[in-house]
C-alpha cells in the first residue's frame, strides 16, 4: 500500500525540541522529493520545509528558517524533521507529503499527520 | 513571500449546483498553481496542478483556470462528497511554498 507514516508528535515546552518522522511506503522513496506541511487545528494549511530527492537541497518556510532541519535517509524510506526552539505558534498537525514525479513542489501523498503541541 | 487570497470565504451551495472559486496571487505565479480539497479529519488532496491539469484519479467535474495573477477552480456539478474546504498553493521558483487562506464550499 502507496503511504506515509508520521511519528513523533506530542506535548513539549517553549524553547524545547522534538524529532519527527516520516516513514513512506508503497513506492520508490529515493526518486521523489518531501515536505513537510503543518495546519494549526482549525486553520489553513502552511508548507514548513521540502527537500530535493537526494536531501542535499533544503527549502525552508521563512517562519521555521534557524529553527527547523529537515533530512531524508533513503536507505530507510524516512523522511525527518528536527524542530529547535519550540515556540506555541508552533502547535500544529504535521503532515509528510509527496512530490509530484514531474513538479516536485506539488503534493499528491499525504500521511495522516502528527500533531505537536507546544505549551507550559 | 507570494500571498494568495481565495474567496469567497464560504460557498453557499446545493448539489448539482456549479461552483466558482478564486485564487489571486500578490505576483505572478505563472501557471503554477495547484488545488486542494481537504474534508474534516483528513489530509488535503492534490485536485488540479499547472493551473488546469487534473491529478490522477481526479472526476471531471473538477477544472482549473488561470495564468498569472488570477485563478479559478470549477466544480461543475457538486456533488455531495464535494463539500469541503478547498485550498490554492503555488509552487513556482519563489520561495517558500504558500497556500491560500481556503474556501468552504457548504450545503445551502
Known amino acids: 500500500e502507496v503511504q506515509l507514516l508520521e511519528s513523533g508528535g506530542g506535548l513539549v515546552q517553549p524553547g524545547g525540541s522534538l524529532g519527527l518522522s516520516c516513514a513512506a511506503s508503497?513506492?520508490?522513496?529515493?526518486?521523489?522529493?518531501m515536505s513537510w506541511v503543518r495546519q494549526t487545528p482549525g486553520k489553513g494549511l502552511e508548507w514548513v520545509s521540502g527537500?530535493?530527492?537526494?536531501?542535499?537541497?533544503?527549502y525552508y518556510a521563512d517562519s521555521v528558517m534557524d529553527r527547523f532541519t529537515i533530512s531524508r535517509d533513503n536507505s530507510k524510506n524516512t523522511l525527518y524533521l528536527q524542530i529547535n526552539s519550540l515556540r506555541a505558534e508552533d502547535t500544529a498537525i504535521y503532515y509528510c507529503?509527496?512530490?509530484?514525479?514531474?513538479?516536485?513542489?506539488?503534493?499528491?501523498?499525504w500521511g495522516r499527520g502528527t500533531l505537536v503541541t507546544v505549551s507550559s | 513571500e507570494i500571498v494568495l487570497t481565495q474567496s469567497p470565504a464560504t460557498l453557499s451551495l446545493s448539489p448539482g449546483e456549479r461552483a466558482t472559486l478564486s485564487c489571486r496571487a500578490s505576483?505572478?505565479?505563472?501557471?503554477?498553481l495547484g488545488w486542494y480539497q481537504q474534508k474534516p479529519g483528513q489530509a488535503p488532496r492534490l485536485l488540479i496542478y499547472?493551473?488546469?491539469k487534473r491529478a490522477t484519479g481526479i472526476p471531471a467535474r473538477f477544472s482549473g483556470s488561470g495564468s498569472g495573477t488570477d485563478f479559478t477552480l470549477t466544480i461543475s456539478r457538486l456533488e455531495p462528497e464535494d463539500f469541503a474546504v478547498y485550498y490554492c498553493q503555488h509552487r513556482g521558483s519563489n520561495w517558500p511554498l504558500t497556500f491560500g487562506g481556503g474556501t468552504k464550499v457548504e450545503i445551502k
Open positions: 499547472d493551473a488546469s
Open positions: 527537500t530535493d530527492t537526494s536531501g542535499a537541497t533544503t
Open positions: 507529503a509527496k512530490g509530484l514525479l514531474f513538479s516536485s513542489w506539488y503534493f499528491d501523498l
Open positions: 505576483q505572478s505565479v505563472n501557471s503554477y
Open positions: 508503497g513506492f520508490t522513496f529515493r526518486s521523489f522529493a
